[in-house]
């Protein structure tokens, strides 16, 4: 079973115990503002959306992983890889992806999880290109990205919601000269 471990971070699969605090996340309107057409998520929704998840896992050999903070074992939210079907013009390509909770918001935990996402994507699972999206006017995801060392790829709109939104991408080339 995969897990990473950042300084402050436990990246790992989905847990049963799991399902009620990451809907907690998913309830939050300010949280879900940028996601989709900004719709909050009840449990049930949540508890499909992780079957979901762990189901890539065993289909790709990646996935989203549960944030756990280290320090209190208390899950914080999402980030990992997935295939971002929702926006088709872009495909083949694997998106890095992150969720907190807003009591997790402006201390650096999605950028760390977020690296050690893409971290594990170049060099565990050997891919050659990851992208992140966001929509436009999301500028604290464009933040991460841009500490990712991602590059703006294209500007489009989403098929689902017509929301305009950034596709950024970096290559595995990109990846090893910026942690040489």
Do not use: C
């Not at 899950?75 to 890095?96: M, N, R």
């Not at 996402?117 to 464009?142: M, Y």
Request: aromatic content about 8%; overall charge negative.
């Amino acid at each position: 079973m995969v897990m990473l471990e950042t300084p402050r971070l436990m990246l790992r699969r989905w847990r049963e115990e799991d399902v009620a605090p990451m809907a907690a996340v998913n309830a939050d309107p300010e949280v879900m503002r940028w996601i989709r057409d900004g719709r909050v998520l009840d449990e049930q929704r949540t508890r499909a959306r992780v079957e979901e998840w762990e189901s890539e896992w065993e289909a790709q050999g990646f996935g989203l992983f549960a944030v756990e903070l280290r320090s209190t074992g208390e899950l914080a939210g999402f980030t990992g890889l997935s295939v971002p079907g929702f926006l088709p013009e872009i495909l083949p390509a694997v998106e890095v992806g992150w969720r907190l909770g807003r009591s997790h918001w402006g201390q650096g935990l999605a950028t760390e999880a977020a690296a050690a996402a893409v971290r594990f994507g170049f060099e565990e699972r050997g891919l050659e290109r990851i992208v992140s999206i966001a929509q436009v006017g999301n500028d604290a995801s464009e933040r991460i990205m841009t500490k990712l060392g991602m590059r703006l790829f294209r500007e489009t709109v989403a098929p689902t919601g017509g929301r305009r939104v950034r596709v950024f991408e970096m290559s595995s080339d990109q990846y090893v000269a910026a942690t040489r």
